[in-house]
């Protein structure tokens, strides 16, 4: 994508159906996530490693597959990403160098789990938000009286005007 060109509309995912069209978050102006049942699945299995290094001691052979994965977690992450949220992520999960140690790697999953919960957590807000606003309008349209519609007490026009032979 062109970094001059004008990012889309903020997207979260629907909470009853991941894969289906984004929602778009009306107070993000560039946050995006285009995948969102993707990123669910990466998170889920960063969360999994986590669990797993904490509960196991890792020789060197192990620590670089960890780093092989968490690096290509992170390059996926990335894909399904807006430009705003890649640099972010790219700014709180520099690559590991070399072999990590146990704690190198418990640290850097942890914090990816970390930031993809408050990834989370700003979806749900968003959502949250959007169904706030939604029914603030829908009340608003209520209180009003919806367009085309009489209000029930009041005789319509055809009671008034007699039978309609």
């Known amino acids: 994508m062109d970094p001059a060109s004008t990012p889309d509309p903020p997207q979260v995912p629907a909470a009853t159906a ?3 069209p984004p929602v778009v978050a009306p107070e993000a102006e560039h946050e995006a996530i285009t995948q969102p049942a993707k990123l669910l699945r ?3 299995m960063v969360r999994e490693l986590l669990e797993d290094t904490r509960q196991a001691s890792l020789d060197e052979p192990g620590r670089i597959r960890l780093r092989q994965i968490y690096e ?4 996926e992450l990335e894909d399904v990403l807006s430009p705003d949220l890649q640099e972010e992520l790219s700014s709180l999960a520099p690559p590991m160098q070399g072999v990590p140690t146990d ?7 942890a914090q990816l789990v970390g930031w993809l919960e408050g990834l989370f957590h700003g979806i749900q807000a968003a959502l949250f938000s959007q169904q706030m606003a939604a029914r603030a309008q829908f009340e608003e349209l209520r209180r009003r009286g919806l367009p085309g519609s009489s209000d029930p007490q009041a005789p319509s026009s055809d009671q008034s005007r007699g039978p309609y032979l």
Do not use: F, M, W
Request: aromatic share 0%; hydrophobic share 45%.
């Open 42 to 44: 990466i998170a889920t």
């Open 72 to 75: 290509r977690a992170i390059g």
């Open 18 to 20: 991941p894969e289906g």
């Open 103 to 109: 704690a190198e790697i418990r640290v850097a999953q």
